[in-house]
């Protein structure tokens, strides 16, 4: 059983349209994140959630709108997408959002391509 | 939280020792140090981290100086499976967990 998983893995889609990606951990935690991996290879973090509840939103733009309907499942919908957007998304958990050696686990990646 | 400094790229025989470096001279005393990996195209793996004292476990072994401004991953017997970007992360404790990550180093394993 896959710990942390993503769906799509890849997207391809035009400018404009809106898309989602899913994620869903089994490993129980109570938090869960989404990150970009741009071009250049740098991950940043873009929210997160502790216990269905957004506790980190880093100036992503308001087209980005994540949803978790459960604390198992984070889900991430873009609207009119730009051909910025086009990144690796990845999905992680962690126990808890409090801090002391947590570890986050990640998924394997949605890469996102719009033409 | 702290910056780290590594080394854009490192090779490493198989077999051998990896000993990758991370400078964080601006290190505070709540940072811990934390180590992740991303092998090609895999989302990013935890490996290891510390707050004063060297730490081991089944990866790796975590070296940081007694000033704690520079820390060393140890990957005892590296394998190929080992080439990967290697992130040091130092991140302050509390709440709203956050890891932010650099550019790290490509360590490269040769057979």
């Known amino acids: 059983d896959t710990a942390v998983s993503q769906t799509p893995k890849y997207l391809v889609t035009q400018m404009g349209n809106d898309k989602s990606i899913k994620c869903e951990q089994n490993?129980?935690?109570?938090?869960m994140y989404w990150y970009k991996q741009d071009s250049k290879k740098f991950l940043k973090i873009m929210f997160s959630y502790n216990n269905k509840e957004l506790i980190i939103n880093e100036t992503v733009p308001n087209r980005f709108s994540p949803k978790s309907p459960d604390k198992a499942h984070l889900n991430l919908h873009i609207n009119s997408l730009e051909l910025g957007d086009s990144a690796v998304y990845f999905c992680?958990?962690?126990?808890?959002?409090?801090?002391?050696?947590?570890?986050?686990?990640f998924g394997s990646g949605t890469q996102l391509s719009v033409l | 939280d702290a910056k780290t400094t590594q080394p854009t790229s490192m090779d490493c025989a198989e077999g051998r020792a990896a000993n990758l470096p991370c400078n964080h001279s601006t290190i505070s005393g709540n940072e811990y140090v934390y180590w992740y990996r991303q092998i090609h195209s895999q989302g990013p793996q935890y490996i290891i981290h510390g707050l004063k004292n060297n730490e081991t476990n089944e990866m790796a072994s975590l070296i940081i100086t007694e000033d704690r401004k520079s820390s060393t991953l140890i990957l005892p017997h590296a394998t190929l499976r080992d080439t990967a970007v290697y992130y040091c992360i130092v991140r302050a404790g509390g709440s709203n967990y956050k890891l932010t990550f650099g550019k790290g180093t490509l360590l490269t394993v040769n057979p």
């Open positions: 490993l129980g935690h109570d938090t």
């Open positions: 992680a958990s962690s126990l808890s959002s409090g801090f002391r050696g947590e570890k986050l686990f």
